[in-house]
DNA sequence: ACCCTATTTCAACGCACGTTGAAAACCTGC
DNA sequence: GCAGGTTTTCAACGTGCGTTGAAATAGGGT
């Protein structure tokens, strides 16, 4: 409540909008995707209504149905194209000796989601808890993507055990600084995080859990 | 869509239903409570309508603001009932000695979430996710009971640095187990867990973090 | 220039939601 | 057994949603 979505663009005029295609360069399709990404990340999907979207874009809702043909089909290739490129992130993670690949996926993680601020984390955590359909597809691309390429590089036993516990400490790690938000974790700087958390992680990828 | 609640109790009579106060064993407000953390945990806050909660109760929607006030009213007083007696959870993570409370908080957890399957857990993250207020309650509530007395009962430096790493693990745990089910997080019994995350949980309590 | 088609806005539909006021059924105290 | 209050259902309201069909406007081909 209490927010509205700006959409002025300038102009006053109380003439309606102009009809038919727009000019040259425009991309109302783009324009779309763009803002479902930013309105769903922002309100989750139930939350995110097609015609805030639209008006975010500047363009009409019904636009919605005729490039995509429902919000359902827009949530969809505008989430799925959401996940920064995870691929890149596992090879900048395991390249380099693997005593230290704890302490990288610290400085990753954090390199990652920092700047962008985490409401796109608590916004993933957020479609993950209240989308059973997303649920299932982020849970799927997550393990084949990220776990499964961990899992086949290490040369431990319980690599998938190892692989999930990972995933704790990280996502727990993204839960408290990002989402609940409980201090002094969610504003400790990256090098101390990396000395706390680092050995911890180190410890489930090639110590010993048993 | 595509699913109905299932209301009936067995009587296809065709006459409408009797009106005025029930039979005397009945009480209605405690059986919207029941239903409403029942269907608040399935599909969330925003998810969870009136309606389907009052179906559930085998009530008219009417109800809840006759006993409540409102959806909102009726949200609060049930899910702030869910919470665990924490206090009593703390005292016997505290009970022994300090060179096992990691095992303890991992028994204890898992002791606590997993006879009640989960689902109120991610109940409470998709709370703690998608509304704001009750995100603010939760948030003290967890500081105030749970990491105050753990802090004050280490007598060890950066003990609110620890107190949160703690809790990043074990929330972490929690969400890998219960929300977003990676196997074989998910499935791995007690000891398994205990001999996995208890040394890193000892570590924050009571290891060298520098 | 002219038609054709793609693009866009507009107005409206149907639906589901939370909420409300009044009527009906029941219980309690006299 | 009647009066008064409590509990419950019912019907309806207003709102906002996703979606739809038609009208309006622009560009592209010939």
Redesign the interface.
């Known amino acids: 409540m209490t927010h509205d979505d700006g959409v002025n663009t300038g102009s006053d005029q109380t003439e309606p909008k102009r009809r038919g295609r727009r000019a040259g360069g425009e991309d109302t399709k783009a324009a779309l995707l763009a803002a479902a990404r930013e309105v769903f990340v922002e309100r ?1 999907y ?2 995110a209504t097609v015609r805030s979207i639209a008006a975010r874009a500047g363009v009409d809702a019904a636009m919605v149905n005729h490039w995509f043909g429902g919000k359902e089909a827009l949530f969809a290739k505008a989430v799925l194209q959401v996940p920064v490129d995870i691929n890149a992130l596992v090879d900048r993670l395991l390249d380099g000796p693997d005593e230290s690949i704890g302490e990288r996926m610290v400085r990753n993680f954090i390199g990652v989601w920092d700047p962008i601020g985490g409401g796109p984390f ?1 916004a993933m ?2 479609s ?3 989308h059973d359909q997303v ?1 299932d597809v ?2 799927g691309f ?2 084949q993507t990220l ?1 499964k390429r961990i899992v086949t590089h290490l040369d431990v036993p319980d690599a ?2 190892r ?3 990972l ?7 993204g ?3 990002y ?8 504003s ?1 700087d990256v090098e ?1 995080l990396v ?3 680092a ?2 992680l180190q ?2 990828l090639t110590g010993d ?2």
Do not use: D, H, W
């Open positions: 989750g139930e939350g608590a955590v957020r993950v808890t209240s649920a982020l849970r997550f393990v776990l998938e055990l692989a999930t516990l995933a704790s400490q990280i996502f727990g790690m839960m408290i600084r989402v609940v938000r409980f201090e002094p974790l969610a400790a101390t000395k706390a958390i050995p911890n410890r489930y859990l048993g």
